[in-house]
Structure formats: C-alpha cells, structure tokens
Nanobody, 128 residues
Framework: QVQLVESGGGLVQAGGSLRLSCTAS????????MGWFRQAPGKEREFVAA????????YYAPSMKSRFTISRDNAKMTVYLQMNSLKPEDTAVYYC?????????????????????WGQGTQVTVSS
C-alpha cells in the first residue's frame, strides 16, 4: 500500500514562506506524477500544482503560478511545494497525491478524483 506523508506546514505571517514536503513509502512512486491540492474550511479541495515523474514538467493553478514552486527529488522519494509571499487566503490543509498510472506517463491531472493515493494533509495557517 502506498503511503504519502506530508510535512512542513505551520503558522506563518502574511508575506512569509513555507516549504512543504511529501515523502512516499516506496520507490515506485518516483515513476508517477504527483500533485498538491489544498482545502480551506468550508470550501472544496482545489488543485495547486502537479509535476511529472521525472520532474522536468510542472503545471500550476493559474492563481498560484507566480508564488508556488513544485519540485521533486526521486532519490529521496520526496515532492516539495515551495510557497512564497503567502496570503491569509492560502490558509488550508495541503495534501499531496499520486497520479494514476501507467508509470512514466506525463499526462496532467488536475481533478482530485483522478488521483489514487493521498497523504493525510498538513495544515498551513497564514496570519494577517
């Protein structure tokens, strides 16, 4: 069973930065695309960013493209989300997820129901 564990969330002031990490329990996840989503209180879960299996293709939700950066280190089985210039409206639980197969597929997936495996989430709170 694939397990994904997020970390790096916390409380930060507006304008600050955080780097989230998502570590997989097994090496096969390095052959799959990964995505980050977030869910704010009372709102639906929304797509943030995605990265293909090799890390050379990335895709962002338009509203986050200028401030967030997704990357991965397959040797560490970890995907990162660097978030800069954070705003109070970025407050949410952030989730990482593994895209469906086949392995080495660079198809983009932006809908949460398309992803197969999910982490437990990490809380990000941005104070004004």
């Amino acid at each position: 069973q694939v397990q994904l564990v997020e970390s790096g969330g916390g409380l930060v002031q507006a304008g600050g930065s955080l780097r989230l990490s998502c570590t997989a329990s097994e090496r096969t996840s390095s052959s799959y695309g990964m995505g980050w989503f977030r869910q704010a209180p009372g709102k639906e879960r929304e797509f943030v960013a995605a990265i293909n299996w090799s890390g050379d293709m990335v895709y962002y939700a338009p509203s986050m493209k200028s401030r967030f950066t997704i990357s991965r280190d397959n040797a560490k089985m970890t995907v990162y989300l660097q978030m800069n210039s954070l705003k109070p409206e970025d407050t949410a639980v952030y989730y990482c997820a593994r895209a469906p197969g086949p392995p080495y597929d660079s198809t983009w997936y932006v809908r949460d129901y398309e992803y197969e495996y999910w982490g437990q989430g990490t809380q990000v709170t941005v104070s004004s």
